[in-house]
């Protein structure tokens, strides 16, 4: 599933980039601010969770109105991070190169136990 997954992104971002020829070619230095909070919410238990993100910036040039890239890392909601070492830090490396802002990031993780034995789920 998250090969697939990755592998329509990566068709995606073909598409996207050859209709934008001025962020095709790797063209900039890069540069990454790890861990930026972008929220807080409840996890599955009720405790609050503090949200964070690595962004990664092209270096070079001081255009203001760059595109953003979001990625979002596979795991089900169980699993995974940003940090994993599925690729997300390549793709964003090697966009951020192209010109464009990248934000690789974590959501909330976990599921409630006792909702699994429900035999509503079975």
Excluded at 78 to 106: H, P, W
Aim: hydrophobic share 45%.
């Amino acid at each position: 599933m998250q090969k697939t997954c990755t592998i329509l992104a990566l068709m995606l971002i073909t598409a996207t980039l050859s209709a934008q020829l001025a962020f095709t070619t790797k063209q900039y230095g890069w540069r990454i601010e790890k861990d930026l909070e972008y929220g807080t919410a409840p996890n599955y238990a009720g405790i609050p969770t503090t949200l964070i993100l690595d962004l990664y910036k092209p270096v070079g040039d001081d255009n203001s109105q760059r595109p953003l890239l979001v990625l979002v890392h596979g795991g089900a909601w169980v699993g995974g991070c940003k940090d994993d070492a599925s690729g997300l830090a390549v793709i964003a490396q090697e966009m951020a190169q192209r010109g464009y802002v990248v934000a690789s990031v974590n959501y909330r993780l976990g599921w409630h136990k006792v909702a699994l034995s429900s035999p509503i789920l079975h």
